[in-house]
């Protein structure tokens, strides 16, 4: 199984729920696409990982590669995560950097804070 997801564009961010694998073989199609979102707009990114079963050290890359270039674009990204993202996330200390939230509102809410 490999990566899918829907995208919704709100006033000041985008959401993506994503599904499946965050891995070597979806990685590049998934920064590509990704990438030219946050030139699009809104810089804001949310991405609900929630439902992901797997994200290896490609895909890591891709979501620290990701969160650079919104911030270089003045916006954010924040990750919804599960218990599995959350481990692997942890295990290479990039928890802070990523913004890792507990639910897609929590993140609207960070958003929404000046």
Do not use: H, W, Y
Not at 23 to 50: C, H, M, Q, W, Y
Not at 56 to 74: I, R, W
């Amino acid at each position: 199984m490999s990566l899918r997801g829907t995208r919704e564009a709100r006033e000041n961010c985008q959401l993506f729920r994503l599904t499946g694998l965050l891995d070597a073989f979806s990685e590049p199609t998934f920064r590509k696409v990704l990438g030219s979102k946050i030139d699009e707009g809104p810089k804001n990114i949310i991405l609900d990982l929630s439902q992901i079963d797997f994200v290896d050290s490609s895909g890591l890359g891709a979501l620290v590669q990701l969160a650079k270039q919104a911030q270089t674009a003045e916006g954010t990204l924040q990750i919804v995560t599960n218990a599995r993202v959350t481990q692997t996330v942890k295990l290479v200390r990039l928890e802070k950097f990523l913004s890792l939230q507990v639910s897609v509102d929590a993140a609207l809410d960070n958003i929404k804070a000046p």
